[in-house]
């Protein structure tokens, strides 16, 4: 494909694309929705429960967006505040209680930056799963299906593996977020996307992610089938690595890693 980087982000934010939701209702059986991070209250931006991959129990944590107006209100455009956050991580400590697998769904343009999510500790929400999710005994696969914005998508991608579809998008920061800074103006965030190595491919050249999902079927009931088939061999070799964790720690160690021979 040869679209611009910020051709592609358009893509990832476009609202016909599959959400969250959409992947658990068609991927896995029998999902249990739960709720509440014990604190403070629920956050409907980020959903989260256990279900079915091949018959398995599977913990399934997704951020949701909607597609709709009237969803994207109420799922809070798919910026989760600290308790959705928390309650993430109370499902991802409860999966490796009863050894079950997770998969995450990430789509986000970033952690909701309000007063209140501020107020309620979003820096320290996001710190702990990053810290967290580092040492669970589980498996765990975290695939960007749309837009992954900065701290807010990586505190469900702390991973064994990482996934992204073809055009979903990963960065530190938004194009408009990058431009405002950089030249204090917004509208220059073509040129910033461009620059940021926000693609799938740069992704994958660099180490940050493992695999990219085709969309040529984007949505069919076959291209569910074969994200379902991938995440039953990905979770069953990962379930049988006895060196699970080192590897993970590994992986994030190696990623911006430079070799160099010369001597300064």
Not at 63 to 74: D, F, L, Q, S
Not at 76 to 84: I, L, Q, S, T
Not at 119 to 126: K, N, P, S, V, Y
Not at 204 to 217: A, H, P, Q, Y
Request: glycine share 10%; with cysteine.
């Amino acid at each position: 494909m040869n679209q611009a980087p910020y051709d592609r982000v358009k893509l990832a934010r476009d609202s016909s694309r599959p959400t969250g939701l959409d992947y658990i209702k068609n991927i896995f059986k029998g999902f249990l929705e739960f709720h509440g991070d014990r604190s403070f209250g629920d956050d409907p931006a980020i959903i989260g429960g256990i279900a079915r991959l091949n018959g398995n129990p599977v913990t399934v944590i997704a951020i949701e967006k909607g597609h709709t107006a009237k969803e994207r209100v109420a799922r809070n455009f798919g910026a989760p505040h600290p308790e959705g956050y928390r309650k993430a991580l109370r499902l991802m400590k409860q999966a490796e209680k009863f050894g079950r697998p997770i998969i995450c769904f990430v789509d986000t343009s970033g952690a909701y930056c309000g007063i209140g999510a501020e107020e309620r500790g979003q820096g320290q929400a996001i710190s702990e799963n990053l810290m967290e999710m580092s040492t669970l005994c589980v498996p765990i696969v975290s695939i960007l299906v749309g837009e992954g914005g900065s701290g807010g998508a990586l505190a469900l991608a702390v991973a064994d593996r990482v996934w992204m579809l073809q055009n979903a998008v990963y960065s530190v920061i938004s194009p408009e977020g990058c431009a405002s800074i950089l030249w204090k103006d917004s509208s220059k965030a073509e040129v910033a996307a461009a620059s940021l190595k926000l693609t799938a491919e740069d992704a994958k050249s660099l180490g940050v992610i493992e695999r990219i999902l085709s969309e040529t079927d984007i949505g069919k009931k076959e291209y569910y089938e074969r994200i379902r088939s991938l995440l039953i061999d990905e979770v069953a070799e990962l379930s049988e690595d006895p060196e699970l964790l080192q590897k993970r720690y590994d992986r994030f160690r190696r990623i911006g890693m430079v070799e160099s021979d010369e001597i300064v």
